[in-house]
């Protein structure tokens, strides 16, 4: 066995190399047995060896050598030139008139600082390392999961087209087949009567035949000739084959109709991570606090609108709301006064059918009428996108900053939500992973938001129901309302929005009441307050209810959470 490599093996001397170690050498950290203490001190005479007990080892300590006078230990500190000093060094004109101090003193007030310094790394800065890799970390696997959600819906769309195309390619295939067996028909047809000729002439030719070599003269008279009638030949038909003309779709001009990606980007934040000793990562230091549904929701305050119907509310802030109906103005209200602070009118002097705050505070609304959906900036109204073969109805603002649309095709034969960066196309979503329909056909009234967990939430008045999908489109549940309803009439589904806690929030504008279900669709609770005709929703904050009510012209502003 190796004394020097085997951990079960006992302690060496450094010099013999087989004795144990008894002693220990404090001045050089060399650990001799008894018998080469004598060789160990003979060996360097010119420092003072303290040599002790290999046990008590490290029980001294270990002054630093002076680098101005050789084999000198530093005992004393000099404090204005900063260094340990021995007492060769305080004598001489080098640290003349210097506070010198004993250097136990000085290494204890150091030792104190790099113990908090330690405490400070190990208990502070070591668990806020810790929170900010954890936070890293996080951001790695929701990156993973959002990029893995971001090809989901690019596969999804391109999938979509495929079916479309596959639709497509069946029907000129069964246009095909149909002109083939059309054509093959006549061809037959005819063929069929050229045959019948051919028989009829082989007949007669045989009839000939038999009556020339008869020797019964009677009968060569008798003999009536068909050849003028097969004279006449039968007409020629010549089929002529349709001709498939492809439309030749270059690779940019394919990607256009595709669609696109907006630019990635990582943003470096001037404002580092917060030192504070409860560091968390970002998602768990911005979660919202856990609030509880009130057994008894409130009505904070009413405001009345002035409109003949009212259907729209939308949060600009805690003290302003935005309002619409029937109506081609917009009207921005104070929410603690009720006073008009502004006043907008559409481009088209239609009346808007949604409307949304954007990140920057700009209201944006959809004009089913004129197919648009427009930016109102500083008065001025910009059309961010026109649509073609259909027409805009609910919108709202994602918390990436783009906005979704949800829209009816012209023959009110299809709906679909469409994302959109500025005025590009990003995603579409219309139909389930079977390829049937998501939302329901139809002229009904659409509207949407999106939850916090990114989930798509869609009020479908057509179906009758609350439709979310996710972020990808592919869908997650459907609410069909609560059994019994209040007033036991169906659910009609208009408004719709989320809060803080993940909740959504539709009018039921039948039952005159507020469904709240959780993120998963679990029916939680009414909110009732005497609504008349709850239609438009939206929340602040501080996730206080906006319920605009179409009958009394009036939004209620209600707490119900806790």
Known sequence: MDPHTSAQDVIRCDLCKTAVVQMHCDTCLVNPCKACVGEHISADLSKPHKIVNFKDRKSTLLYPGCKSHNKEQCTMYCIQSDIPVCPKCITSDQHLGHKISEILKVVDEKKNIVIKERNELNETIYPIYQDIASDVQNRVSQLQKEYEDLSTAITKHGEDLHREIDNLVKKLNAAVDEMKNTQLLTLQKHLDEINKKISDIKDEINSIGIVIKSIDISKLFSVTSKVHIYRNLPQKIVPSLPKFIPRKIQGEELSKLFGALSPSSLISEENRYSMKTSQKSQEAESSPPVKQLLDEPEIVTTIDTGYVYLYNVACL????????????????????????????????????????????????????????????????????????????????????????????????????????????????????????????????????????????????????????????????????????????????????????????????????????????????????CGLSGPHGLCTDTNDNLFVAQWRNKQVKKIKYLQ
Not at 461 to 490: D, E, I, M
């Open 317 to 528: 802030s805690d003290e302003e709301i935005w309002t619409s109906g029937i109506d081609c103005t917009m009207k921005l209200l104070s929410i603690s006064e009720g006073s008009l602070l502004k006043s907008i009118r559409t481009k088209s002097k239609r009346w808007p059918y949604d409307m949304a705050v954007t990140k920057m505070g700009n209201l944006v609304y959809t004009d089913y009428d004129d197919r648009t959906v427009n930016i109102a900036k500083n008065d001025n109204i910009e059309e961010v996108i026109r649509l073609q073969n259909w027409r805009p109805r609910g919108v709202c603002r994602t918390f990436s900053g783009d906005l979704l649309v949800i829209m009816n095709s012209d023959d009110d034969e299809h709906s679909k939500v469409v994302r959109y960066f500025g005025s590009t196309e990003k995603q579409t979503i219309q139909f389930d992973d079977k390829g049937n329909p998501l939302f329901s056909s139809g002229s009904y009234k659409k509207y949407l938001t999106e939850n916090k967990n990114l989930d798509i939430c869609v009020s479908d008045g057509g179906a009758g129901a609350v439709v979310v999908v996710n972020q990808a489109g592919k869908l997650r549940f459907r609410y069909t309302g609560h059994t019994p309803a209040p007033k036991n009439k169906s659910f009609n589904p208009k408004g719709i929005t989320s809060d803080s806690q993940s909740h959504i929030l539709t009018a039921d504008v039948n039952n005159d009441f507020i469904h709240i279900i959780d993120q998963n669709g679990q029916f939680l609770c009414y909110i009732y």
